[in-house]
C-alpha cells in the first residue's frame, strides 16, 4: 500500500512536470506544442553530452541544458509558431515537424542506442519497509517544488499578472497595454524548460533514446485531455490521477495493462466530458 | 505522419516501377545476364538501417568483402555490396526485397533482422529465385517451408542467429544446470515482454524448468512501453521467487536494468536480453547492469581461432563491440564466396547444392545447415554455435559463465545480495 502511495507520487510529480507546461502555453497562447516531448528529449540529450563529452559537473549540465532548451524553445516560438498562429491547424502541423526533425537529428547525431544521464542521488531510500531509489525521490521533491514556484510566479509576479490576463482575455490584455508577443516566449521558456527539466530528472531511470519525446507527449495529452486544456490545477490533478491509476492498475492487474489506462482515460473524459475536469472557464 | 510512411509509400512506388521495367527487360534480354556473369557479384543487403544490429550487418559484410577483393575476389570477379532499409516494418521489407532484387539485380541477400519482416519477404525472395542468407532473425517459421516446399524455399538459409525453438531449449538448460544445479536456487520467477516470440517461448521455458525441478514462482508479462517496474519488481519479490529469468528483446533493457539496479532489487537476474548483448550496453546505462547474466551468440572469448581477431578488427575499424548480426554476416559472405568458388558459378541451384555441404569455421562456430536450411547448434560432439551465458562485472566488463566448458570467471552475486 505504501509503495504504491509512493511510486505513484512519483510517476505524477513528472507527469506534472510535463502536463503543466503543456497546458501553459495553451492557455496563453492557444498553442498546441506537438513538441513538447522533444524539449524532455532534449533535456536528458543536453545534460548527457554535457556530462559526457564536455565533461561538466551533474548539476552544471542539468541547469545550463534547460536553459539552452528553453531558449530552443522561444526560438521555435519566434521562428516557426507566431507567424502562423492565428490557424491552430498548422501550428499542429508545424510543431508535429519540429519534433520528428528533433527526432531524427538525435538519431543522426547519436544512434539509436540508449544514452546514459547520470543521477544526482544513486543511493537506495528505505521508507516503511519500501525500497525506493534516490533518483524517483528527487524528481518527486523537485517537481513538487518547481510546481509549487511556478505557481507563485503566476500568482505573485507582474509577469505572473500578464499572463493570467492574457489567458483570461487577449484581446482586452492587448488594450491594456499587455506586451503579448513576449509573454508568450516567456511562457513557452517555461514550459520548455519544465518538460527538460523533466527529462532530466527521469533521465537516470527512465529511457534515453530518440524516440524518449513520443510517450511522454501521448500523457501529457491525456492529462491535459481529463485535466482541461489551459488548466493548471486540472492538469495537476489530472497527472495525479493518471500517475496513480497506473500504478494501482500495475500492482493489481499487470504492468502490461498500464498504457492503456492514459488513452482509455481520454477516451471517457472525452465522450463524458470533453471540457475535462475544470474545462477552460477555470484556467488558472 | 511518420517518416517511415512517406519513405515507405515513395520506396513501394519506385519498387512497383521497378519491377515493371524488370519485366520488360526480362522479356528482352537473356544476353545481359550472360555479360552480369563478368561484372561484380553484387550482394543485396535488406537490413534495419537505423539500428545497431544493422549497421553491424552492414560493417562485418564490408570486412569480408574488403578481405576477399584483396585477394582477388571470387572466380575472377569482385564483391559488391547494396543496401536497402526494411526498417522493422513487413512492407517496407517487402519493398526493400523487391529494389534489390528487380532493380538492383543483386547475386544474393545477405541480412534480416526482425522474424515478421523476413517472414513477409519469404514469397518475395522465392518467387525472385535469390538465395538468401539470413543472419538476423531467428523464427523456426522462417525456415519451416524449406523442407516441406523444398523447390519454392530452397532460397533460404539461417546462417545465425540459433532458431527460438533451440534457444528455448538452451534457456532451459541454463535454468536447470546453472541456477538450480550450481546456485541452488530452485525458485523461479519468468518475466517476459508482450512480444509474440516471448509469448510463444515462455511456455516452453516454464514447461521445460518445471520438468527439471523448479519451482516456477511467477510468470510475468509486461508491456513493451512500461516506464516503471516497481509493480512488477513488487509481484516478483512478493512471490518468493530467488532468481528471477527474462526474456526481453525490443524495449525497456535499459529501463529494467537501471531500476533493478537503482532500487537494489534483492534477486539476480538472467537470461535472453537482446540489447545486452550491445558490448556497450552496460557502459551506455552507467554500469547498472553490473551483475545482469546475458545470453549471447558470441563474445570475444576463443571460441574458434576466428573470434577473437574479428572482435578486434571490428572494433578497431569502427570502435563499437559487434553485436550478433555483425559475425553471421561476415560469416555468411565467406560461406556464400566459397559455395560459388565450388560451384564454379553464381547460379543460384548450383549454389545451394553447395550452400547444403558447408562446413565452416566462422566466428561463433563450426556452420553447419540442417535440412530446413537452418543452423545447426553447438552439442557435445559438435562445436556449433550455442548460447552463452555471460556476466557483466565491474567496469563494464563481460565474463563468459555459462556453459562451464566455455566459463572464463566464476560467477558473482551483485554487491547488494548477501548470500
Known amino acids: 500500500m505504501l509503495e504504491i502511495l509512493i511510486v505513484g507520487a512519483v510517476s505524477s510529480a513528472i507527469y506534472a512536470m510535463l502536463a503543466v507546461g503543456f497546458t501553459l502555453i495553451f492557455g496563453v497562447a492557444r498553442v498546441l506544442n506537438l513538441a513538447h516531448g522533444s524539449f524532455y528529449a532534449l533535456g536528458a540529450y543536453g545534460t548527457y553530452v554535457l556530462t559526457s563529452h564536455l565533461k561538466l559537473p551533474l548539476l552544471a549540465a542539468a541547469l545550463l541544458s534547460v536553459a539552452i532548451v528553453a531558449a530552443f524553445g522561444v526560438l521555435i516560438e519566434r521562428v516557426f509558431i507566431r507567424p502562423m498562429r492565428k490557424s491552430q491547424l498548422a501550428v499542429l502541423m508545424i510543431t508535429l515537424a519540429v519534433a520528428l526533425v528533433v527526432e531524427q537529428a538525435l538519431f543522426l547525431t547519436f544512434g539509436s542506442e540508449y544514452r546514459n544521464v547520470p543521477a544526482f542521488v544513486d543511493a537506495k531510500f528505505t521508507i516503511g519497509g519500501v525500497n525506493i531509489a534516490g533518483a524517483r525521490l528527487l524528481a518527486l521533491g523537485v517537481g513538487v517544488v518547481v510546481i509549487g514556484a511556478l505557481w507563485l510566479f503566476i500568482q505573485r509576479t507582474r509577469y505572473g499578472s500578464a499572463i493570467l490576463a492574457i489567458s483570461q482575455d487577449p484581446q482586452a490584455a492587448q488594450y491594456m497595454g499587455i506586451p503579448s508577443d513576449r509573454i508568450f516566449s ?99 | 505522419m511518420k517518416p517511415e510512411s512517406l519513405e515507405r509509400s515513395v520506396i513501394s512506388r519506385l519498387a512497383r516501377g521497378a519491377s515493371l521495367a524488370a519485366a520488360c527487360a526480362a522479356l528482352a534480354l537473356p544476353a545481359a545476364t550472360a555479360s552480369a556473369q563478368s561484372g561484380p557479384i553484387r550482394i543485396g543487403v535488406p537490413t534495419a538501417m537505423q539500428l545497431q544490429v544493422g549497421r553491424d550487418t552492414q560493417d562485418g559484410i564490408k570486412m569480408a568483402i574488403e578481405d576477399i577483393n584483396a585477394k582477388g575476389g571470387v572466380l575472377g570477379r569482385k564483391l559488391e555490396m547494396v543496401v536497402a532499409d526494411e526498417t522493422e516494418n513487413p512492407e517496407t521489407g517487402i519493398s526493400a526485397i523487391k529494389k534489390l532484387t528487380a532493380d538492383e539485380k543483386v547475386d544474393v541477400l545477405i541480412g534480416g533482422y526482425t522474424s515478421g519482416v523476413t517472414l513477409a519477404q519469404l514469397p518475395h525472395i522465392s518467387a525472385a529465385k535469390t538465395i538468401y542468407l539470413n543472419v538476423g532473425s531467428a523464427s523456426p517459421a522462417t525456415n519451416a517451408k524449406v523442407k516441406t516446399d523444398y523447390d519454392h524455399y530452397k532460397y533460404i538459409f539461417r546462417v545465425g542467429p540459433l532458431n527460438a525453438a533451440l534457444q528455448a531449449r538452451q534457456m532451459t ?53 512500461t516506464s516503471d517496474f516497481s509493480p512488477l519488481f513488487s509481484k516478483v519479490k512478493d512471490s518468493g521467487a530467488q532468481y ?89 559472405v565467406y ?85
Open chain 2, 244 to 332: 528471477m529469468v527474462v526474456v526481453l528483446s525490443h524495449a525497456s533493457s535499459d529501463i529494467f536494468a537501471k531500476q533493478w539496479h537503482d532500487s537494489r532489487f534483492p534477486m539476480a537476474y538472467g537470461g535472453i536480453d537482446v540489447k545486452s548483448m550491445d558490448g556497450d550496453f552496460c557502459d551506455r546505462i552507467g554500469g547498472k547492469a553490473v551483475g545482469e547474466l546475458a545470453a549471447n551468440f558470441a563474445v570475444r572469448a576463443p571460441l574458434t581461432p576466428k573470434t577473437v581477431p574479428f572482435f578486434d578488427e571490428f572494433k578497431k575499424r569502427t570502435n563499437r563491440q559487434p553485436v550478433y548480426t555483425a559475425f553471421g554476416a561476415n560469416d555468411a
Open chain 2, 173 to 225: 538448460g541454463f535454468i536447470s544446470t546453472f541456477v538450480k544445479g550450481e546456485l541452488g536456487l530452485s525458485k523461479i520467477a519468468i518475466v517476459g515482454e508482450n512480444a509474440k516470440w516471448v509469448q510463444d517461448l515462455v511456455p516452453l521455458l516454464k514447461k521445460g524448468a518445471t520438468e527439471a525441478g523448479a519451482d516456477v514462482r511467477a510468470v510475468e508479462f509486461f508491456d513493451a512501453q
Open chain 1, 186 to 284: 516567456v511562457v513557452m521558456a517555461l514550459s520548455a524548460g519544465l518538460a527538460a527539466l523533466a527529462g532530466i530528472l527521469a533521465g537516470p531511470f527512465l529511457t534515453v533514446q530518440p524516440t524518449m519525446w513520443l510517450l511522454p507527449i501521448v500523457k501529457a495529452f491525456a492529462i491535459v485531455v481529463v485535466g482541461g486544456l489551459g488548466s493548471i490545477p486540472g492538469s495537476i490533478l489530472a497527472a495525479l490521477m493518471l500517475g496513480y491509476a497506473e500504478t494501482i492498475v500495475g500492482y493489481t492487474v499487470s504492468t502490461s495493462w498500464t498504457e492503456i489506462v492514459s488513452v482509455l482515460a481520454t477516451l471517457l473524459m472525452l465522450m463524458l466530458r470533453p471540457a475535462g475536469i475544470f474545462g477552460r472557464r477555470a484556467a488558472f
Open chain 2, 335 to 419: 560461406i556464400y564466396a566459397e559455395a560459388v568458388t565450388r560451384a564454379k558459378s553464381t547460379n543460384p541451384d548450383a549454389v545451394i547444392k553447395e550452400l547444403e555441404k558447408t562446413s565452416y569455421v566462422g566466428i561463433p562456430g563450426t556452420i553447419e545447415f540442417d535440412e530446413n536450411h537452418d543452423v545447426k547448434p553447438g552439442s557435445a560432439t559438435f562445436k556449433g554455435p550455442a548460447l552463452l551465458f555471460a556476466q557483466w562485472r565491474d567496469g563494464c566488463k563481460r565474463e563468459v559463465i555459462v556453459p562451464k566448458t566455455m566459463r572464463t570467471a566464476d560467477f558473482v552475486y551483485p554487491s547488494w545480495i548477501k548470500q
